[in-house]
């Protein structure tokens, strides 16, 4: 089957090489409006690295959290100086049942989010993005992402969010999600926790409804570990047999958090990892590594962790044997622009080792990573590789191909994908090759996102 794909690969990047003339007439004639809404109408593949709790748009997670039959949620808008206050996070937000069981003080502190002011909604909004000057890697890890805790936990909640989530990503030319979600934390609207298969059941039936079937999205999820907290070894475990008993849906393990916590050093992990391949076959690894901004041998460790994807691998440029046993070998680095440009680990996308990787010889696919933390979107990914690093059009389909290639979808799956895929990049290239291109983008309405209003010059 492997070979097969690569045959087909062959065949399609050679008929995009006949566009690629084309392609670089496109760019140096069409405004940075023009070229994003092309981009949009772009045919792109799969989102590979991807964190579900943190990419919803603010918006969408409002409405959903309003509109909810079981549970009401709550956000803190002021402080009163009360006894007994465990956390001081502005705009955490609660569901109904930790709210009752605040101190009257307390509860002063917390309002309804269905009833929020516009300034509030605004500012609660705002309170989820990186927007602001100054705002950074310590404003997203320590402070958004607990901001979102309880929210992630609650099944309507998500079933809800999904839904939206694809709808979008439809829109956007997208055919694959492979998105880090799973029940293992879900609770009731009393806190109560929820039975695993009874939270998977949750996904399942979401996927089922034919509005959501309509829209053409394959998904697959994975598992997420926390790699420096006390327990991360029990929670591999718990995930393996998780995903053994749910292998419909979740196809794979990732590992997260901070590497610059020395506590979640990969080779901590080796010992568990071995222990579950022992135990389990066919469970798939994509782990974050060298998502640092110095030099080190992260990447290379956790590729012996059994890690098939790395998530980022910005030090992976400074390994030079690494990177050699990466070219053109079995392994994929998921890179994201965006992200490591707004949690500052390449302030200057230039330097990004993302082009050096594709034109090494090392696969590379691009993420959004966390859509809704960034206010961004895939084409704002394509758009800054197309614009920063001049690609050519071999070079696009490329990326977009390998985010379907090293997915962890099953091989029957996959091949479907990919020939859908082959077949939209001509469709693509056709309605692009005639010299009247420029009609064709006058009837395309790019949702643009905030991120690109405010990084990348465009007007919605």
């Not at 307390?106 to 309170?127: I, P």
Request: hydrophobic residues 35%; contains cysteine.
């Amino acid at each position: 089957m492997r070979a097969l794909l690569i045959l087909c690969a062959s065949a399609t990047l050679a008929r995009a090489a006949d566009f690629n003339a084309q392609f670089e007439k496109i760019k140096k004639s069409a405004t940075p409006a023009q070229l994003y809404a092309i981009l949009y109408d772009l045919p792109k593949g799969g989102d590979l690295h991807h964190h579900f709790s943190l990419s919803h748009r603010p918006a969408d997670l409002l409405k959903a959290a309003t509109s909810l039959k079981n549970n009401r949620y709550f956000t803190r808008v002021r402080f009163a100086n009360c006894d007994g206050a465990t956390d001081t996070l502005m705009f955490r937000t609660i569901q109904q049942s930790t709210y009752n069981a605040l101190s009257d003080c307390l509860k002063q502190e917390f309002q309804a989010l269905d009833a929020l002011t516009q300034k509030q909604r605004d500012d609660w909004s705002s309170a989820l993005i990186l927007d602001k000057p100054g705002e950074g890697r310590n404003e997203f890890f320590e402070v958004i992402v607990f901001r979102l805790t309880e929210p992630a936990r609650d099944p309507e909640l998500t079933a809800a969010l999904l839904q939206r989530m694809l709808e979008r990503y439809s829109r956007e030319g997208l055919s694959y999600l492979e998105t880090q979600a799973h029940p293992l934390n879900f609770q009731d609207a009393a806190g109560k926790p929820i039975p695993q298969q009874t939270g998977a059941d949750v996904f399942r039936q979401t996927l089922a409804k034919p509005e959501v079937k309509r829209l053409g999205m394959e998904v697959r999820f994975l598992t997420t570990g926390i790699r420096y907290t006390p327990t991360a070894e029990q929670s591999i475990e718990r995930m393996y047999d998780f995903i053994d008993h749910n292998r419909d849906l979740w196809v794979g393990i990732n590992l997260a958090g901070r590497e610059d916590n020395g506590k979640g050093y990969a080779l901590r992990f080796l010992d568990t990892f071995r222990k579950m391949r022992r135990q389990y076959a066919g469970i798939h690894l994509t782990i974050h590594g060298g998502e640092l901004d110095n030099p080190g041998p992260e990447v290379r460790q956790t590729l012996l962790l059994g890690a098939e994807r790395i998530g980022h691998g910005l030090n992976l440029i400074t390994d030079p044997d690494t990177m050699l046993l990466m070219r053109n070998g079995p392994y994929m680095v998921e890179n994201a622009l965006v992200s490591n440009r707004l949690l500052e680990y390449t302030t200057d996308l230039l330097k990004h080792p993302f082009i050096e990787y594709l034109r090494f010889g090392i696969p590379v696919c691009l993420n959004t990573d966390d859509a809704g933390v960034w206010d961004s979107n895939m084409t704002d990914e394509y758009f800054t590789a197309v614009t920063t690093f001049h690609l050519t059009w071999e070079e696009v389909v490329q990326v977009g191909r390998n985010s379907l290639m090293y997915s962890f979808l099953d091989p029957v799956t996959k091949a479907r994908l990919i020939a859908n895929y082959d077949r939209r990049v001509h469709d693509f290239e056709q309605r692009y090759e005639k010299s009247n291109w420029a009609e064709r983008v006058e009837h395309i309405r790019p949702e643009v996102s905030g991120y690109a209003q405010r990084s990348l010059g465009m007007h919605p």
